[in-house]
């Protein structure tokens, strides 16, 4: 389950950088590295957090709070 997770945390981080690499750097003068690596970060926060707060509310995640977390959805 770990090794799974934290390969769906890569992923979210290499599909947010390249989403990032044509835009806002080419148009805003960052550095491509930078932007992608920032977006990357970012977008991994936010499944980590979600994780972490599906975690706190009762000791433990479901596969349905991770897919959640990973979707984008909020388990309420």
Same mark, same amino acid.
């Given at each position: 389950? %770990?090794k799974?997770l /934290?390969?769906? %945390?890569? /992923? $979210?981080?290499?599909? *947010?950088?390249? &989403? !990032?690499i044509?835009?806002? *750097? #080419? %148009?805003?003068? !960052?550095? $491509?590295?930078k &932007?992608?690596l920032?977006?990357?970060?970012? &977008?991994?926060a936010? #499944? !980590?957090e979600?994780? /972490? ?11 349905e709070?991770?897919?959640a977390a990973? *979707?984008?959805? *909020?388990?309420?």
């Amino acid at each position: 389950m %770990i090794k799974g997770l /934290a390969i769906r %945390i890569g /992923a $979210v981080f290499a599909y *947010s950088a390249m &989403a !990032i690499i044509g835009g806002a *750097s #080419v %148009i805003g003068g !960052i550095p $491509v590295w930078k &932007a992608a690596l920032l977006a990357g970060i970012s &977008a991994s926060a936010q #499944v !980590i957090e979600r994780l /972490a707060r599906a975690y706190a509310d009762d000791g433990k995640i479901t596969m349905e709070e991770m897919n959640a977390a990973f *979707s984008g959805k *909020s388990e309420e």
